[in-house]
């Protein structure tokens, strides 16, 4: 298969670049792979074609220096950067900076990242395509007294968003007048410290939703989606499962979701893989957008096992200048997958980190068991990442052959010598609320509460 690229450079670690490398290789593409000098003796540092070490730990001195990456880039003649997820990978300068050095970047342009990374401007340019978006303002609040009047249209409780936020952080639930002034003017000093810009807006506060991304990919002339993905288990905005299809989807929600994430791509003409992310209410059965992730989601593989589509070979060779070869007709879904992030972290402890070192591993198999991870016996968490060391995705041709193999899966899995979210995920499995399907972005809350109570 060719791929259009010789070489791509790596520019991230852990179980992402390890996927990574395995498709450049199965596509013939050279793997050069940065890291810093905590990552000098991981499993895909070792399995790269090449490893050139960029800096120590901190991240803000190897994985998010843009230079180093870019001059590694350059001095080994890479075709092109893929950012994996998180890191560098949203990040408009740094895309930009590769434009300039003529450096390749598996993603979209620096221009469509900005604008997507803007939720004002992505809500305006979902507006445009047909999109339906939350009630609220139409573009940035300036002042208390735009803010008062935004919420008067509005109703309370409202939420207030940083236009630059993401992943969970930036946002401020106001459930009265009376504190809207300060909430306001706290949110955006937070937004400013937190990302450089103080921009925020107002959006009604939907209570009882479910989280409903869909995934597209685009040569810049095709566009396809490869159906959705139900997110809703989640734990402080922070995805715990994952699962394709959604439990609750009717086909016609179903297929006017996939149309409107299609429009959207075309309205901003993007390119390669990304994740349109909607709410979806419960209670009236009506859908919005409310961001655009531009790079691969971490829950990826779930749309994998359903589709059969391998996501990151068809980044490759998009970036590689290759169009599409499939079609919308061609993409058959199939089977129900999901997914469980498998952190370093003890659920009985606030999920406090636990970092150490794997004494022991024992990896689940068998029939539909796919398990994503970098992580091997004699294996160093290091306390300076994020703390997902692994994602077991499960298939089965129902919602409920999924669950069961889910949880044989997690019982095979044994991961000694440091507490991980694998017991803890076989619990949120096991309990009668998520095998109804029937539940909301509270259910992790409300599952953490009645723990010990008859949680299962």
Same mark, same amino acid.
């Given at each position: 298969m060719s791929a259009g690229l010789d070489s791509v450079l790596i520019a991230? $670690?852990?179980? %992402?670049? +390890?996927?990574?490398? $395995?498709? @450049?290789?199965?596509l013939g593409i050279r793997s050069i792979l940065v890291h810093s000098e905590a990552d000098r003796d991981a499993l895909p540092t070792r399995l790269?074609?090449?490893?050139? @070490? %960029? =800096? #120590?730990? #901190?991240?803000? +001195?190897?994985?998010?220096?843009a230079t180093a990456v870019i001059s590694a880039a350059?001095?080994?003649?890479?075709?092109?950067?893929? #950012? =994996?997820? =998180?890191?560098?990978s949203e990040n408009p300068d740094f895309v930009a900076q590769c434009e300039e050095e003529g450096v390749g970047f598996v993603g979209p342009s620096a221009e469509i990242i900005r604008r997507m990374g803007d939720k004002i401007e992505a809500k305006k340019i979902a507006r445009r395509a047909g999109v339906p978006t939350v009630p609220g303002s139409d573009g940035a609040i300036a002042d208390p007294d735009e803010a008062s009047r935004v919420a008067a249209e509005v109703g309370f409780p409202l939420l207030i968003k940083a236009a630059a936020g993401g992943g969970g952080r930036g946002l401020r639930v106001v459930e009265s007048a009376e504190t809207l002034a300060r909430d306001l003017a706290e949110i955006m000093a937070e937004a400013d410290v937190a990302f450089g810009d103080p921009s925020v807006y107002i959006e009604r506060y939907l209570t009882d939703i479910r989280h409903i991304e869909i995934q597209v990919i685009s040569d810049g002339s095709t566009t396809l989606h490869l159906g959705e993905r139900d997110c809703t288990a989640q734990r402080r905005n922070q995805k715990l499962v994952e699962e394709a299809p959604s439990p609750v989807l009717d086909a016609a929600t179903r297929e006017g979701l996939a149309r409107a994430a299609v429009a959207l791509c075309e309205e901003v003409g993007y390119v390669n893989a990304g994740t349109v992310e909607f709410v979806y209410d419960n209670v009236s059965g009506e859908y919005f957008f409310i961001e655009m992730n531009t790079r691969i989601q971490v829950e990826h593989p779930v749309t994998e096992m359903v589709s059969g589509i391998d996501l990151i070979k068809l980044q490759l060779q998009i970036a590689g200048g290759l169009p599409l070869t499939i079609r919308q007709e061609d993409v058959s879904l199939r089977g129900h997958a999901i997914e469980c992030r498998i952190n370093a972290e003890d659920a009985d402890r606030g999920f406090a980190p636990n970092p150490g070192t794997v004494r022991q591993l024992r990896v689940p198999g068998g029939? =539909?068991?796919? +398990?994503?991870s970098h992580i091997e016996q004699g294996s160093t968490i290091p306390p300076y990442y994020d703390s997902m060391i692994g994602k077991l995705i499960c298939w089965g041709q129902t919602r409920d052959e999924a669950i069961e193999r889910a949880l044989r899966a997690l019982g095979e899995l044994c991961i000694d010598g440091v507490v991980t979210t694998a017991d803890f995920h076989a619990e949120v499995l096991d309990s009668k609320q998520f095998r109804s399907g029937e539940f909301n972005t509270g259910f992790i809350a409300e599952f953490m509460e009645g723990r010990g109570n008859d949680a299962h």
């Open positions: 991230n $670690r852990g179980e %992402i670049a +390890l996927r990574v490398i $395995r498709a @450049c290789r199965e790269a074609d090449q490893a050139i @070490c %960029i =800096g #120590p730990a #901190p991240v803000n +001195l190897s994985y998010r220096n350059q001095a080994s003649g890479a075709d092109a950067i893929h #950012p =994996g997820y =998180g890191f560098m029939f =539909g068991v796919r +398990l994503d």
